[in-house]
């Protein structure tokens, strides 16, 4: 029963995602896929994982223990703390700060994880921004 409930929970958050996607105002400037087309993907993806699940949910779930949903619910601070920071600290000091906590948590040594946060967000810079010539956040450092 838990993973209908979940099914739909996810279900509903795809429906909600797509809507808020098709509110997207587009530029007369856009390209021809446009802003929407890549969260419509996402909500499309996460529907249909969704109705699998409620198709065919798993007959005994085990629930994670207590410190796994405190770790998870960490994980949700520092994504929402990313998001709030993003602005003052730009794109590659926020992103890397919160990749190296997360791979931290994932089970990485603390030196590790420093390095690996670092390259993910050079790495991610590099494609986007430098590759691609996506505008990213701009932070104190001038980039």
């Known amino acids: 029963m838990s993973d209908r409930i979940f099914g739909v929970v996810g279900l509903l958050l795809a429906l ?12 007369f400037l856009s390209d021809a896929v446009g802003p929407k087309a890549f969260p419509l993907i996402i909500a499309a993806v996460l529907g249909l ?13 085990e629930w994670p223990s207590l410190m796994r949903f405190l ?20 794109f590659v000091i926020a992103t890397a700060l919160a990749a190296t906590y997360l791979t931290w948590r994932l089970g990485t040594r603390p030196i590790s994880s420093v390095v690996s ?5 050079a790495g991610i ?11 990213l956040a701009k932070g104190p450092l001038g980039f």
Not at 49 to 61: E, R, Y
Not at 117 to 121: A, P
């Open 16 to 27: 909600g995602y797509a809507w808020a996607a098709l509110t997207i105002e587009e530029s």
């Open 49 to 61: 994982a969704s109705i699998a699940v409620i198709a065919k949910p798993d007959a005994a779930p």
């Open 71 to 90: 770790e998870v619910g960490a994980a949700i601070v520092v994504m929402i703390l990313y998001a709030i920071f993003l602005p003052e600290l730009g």
């Open 117 to 121: 946060g670092c390259l993910t967000s």
């Open 125 to 135: 810079y590099a494609v986007f921004h430098l590759v691609l010539g996506l505008s």
